[in-house]
């Protein structure tokens, strides 16, 4: 029993036995992490992990940090907060992923208005399941109280993540050719951006969350938007092994027109075929409901695709049998052509 307990710490808003408490409660969550290269050290003053560069004769470290940003206030709303964590690992490890890079290990950031041991918990078992689904180790973490710059209800969540790759595998976009074809990945609804947009249409302050809603079959808006966002690191790394892969885009915020020329070098564009994509109904509604251009919508959203891959045409059913193989309902959407113009959807 940690029997430090500062009397004049907590008037001033600040209760480190809580956070205590919330250590022990949350361990449980990081167990379940474990991988080959953990140390258990959670408590102490910094993660540690043994790096296995078996088969790399020139080993890189890719690193990623993100956040989960407004999407939180939305778990707030609801008082649900065990599927936060999972963005928050996903916005990472989709990132170094598209590098061809294996994540190894993640740590979390929680700064909150008052620490409440079973919602940090909760937080955390997030963070846990998003680090299974990703294969990497929850090294540790650190949990902030900030009484008086946050209400005691507030929160936020972020995190960093370390992947390995061989410098001879990276994934080099400048292999691109025309006639590369493009893969999706489908996404789970908005994933983790464009929620202060999000927000504004909804006016989610005041909205029923909870209510049912016919164009969204029925669920409640709440729920839908709360949908975490997936994890793509296993299909991706399976494709690796057995496709040429071209370029890899995570699709996050500033949508396609931002996202996809990052895998793509200059002299080539995407041309995306609109009718292909598979957009869940929760952007229509969003587009309806705000009145948004459709431009955009896909310079601020996914439109249903989380991640786009670009691989050699006569690997096409390969590459899609493998994904499909791992989970993914992966298809066509498009191809590289010759041009200026990044991105074209018609």
């Known amino acids: 029993m940690n029997e430090s307990y500062s009397a004049s710490y907590a008037a001033a808003g600040v209760d480190i036995t809580a956070g205590y408490k919330a250590v022990e409660l949350m361990k449980a969550h990081v167990a379940r992490t474990m991988t080959a290269g953990m140390a258990e050290n959670i408590g102490g003053f910094g993660g540690l992990f043994e790096l296995d560069t078996a088969g790399m004769s020139h080993p890189c470290l890719v690193s990623g940090t993100d956040g989960v940003g407004t999407k939180i206030r939305i778990a707030q709303l609801l008082d649900r907060h065990d599927t936060i964590g999972i963005d928050c690992v996903a916005m990472c490890v989709n990132d170094v992923i598209c590098c061809g890079a294996k994540p190894l290990f993640f740590l979390d950031y929680i700064a909150c208005g008052k620490n409440v041991p079973e919602k940090i918990a909760a937080i955390v078992s997030g963070v846990a399941e998003g680090c299974v689904q990703a294969g990497a180790a929850l090294v540790g973490g ?95 790394l ?77 690997q096409a059913d390969r590459a899609l049998a493998v994904l499909r193989e791992s989970g993914e309902n992966a298809y066509l959407i498009g191809e590289i052509v010759r041009g200026e113009e990044k991105v074209v959807i018609c």
Do not use: C, W
């Open 142 to 236: 650190e949990t902030a109280e900030h009484p008086g710059m946050m209400g005691e209800d507030d929160y936020d969540l972020a995190g960093f993540t370390v992947g390995a790759v061989d410098r001879d595998r990276v994934v080099d976009k400048n292999r691109t050719a025309p006639g590369d074809v493009l893969i999706a990945l489908p996404s789970t609804g908005v994933h983790s951006n464009g929620f202060s947009l999000v927000r504004r249409v909804f006016n989610v302050e005041r909205a029923n969350l909870r209510a049912p809603i016919g164009a969204l079959d029925g669920r409640g808006l709440g729920e839908v938007l709360l949908t975490p966002t997936r994890i793509y690191v296993k299909p991706v």
């Open 238 to 314: 399976a494709l690796l092994e057995q496709v040429e892969v071209h370029g890899i885009s995570h699709i996050t915020g500033g949508g396609f027109y931002e996202n996809i020329p990052r895998s793509i070098p200059d002299g080539l564009g995407a041309k995306i075929e609109k009718a292909a994509l598979q957009t869940p109904v929760i952007f229509g509604f969003i587009a309806r409901s705000g009145s948004i251009p459709e431009r955009d919508m896909y310079n601020t959203f996914n439109m249903g695709v989380g991640m786009s891959i670009t691989v050699p045409k006569e």
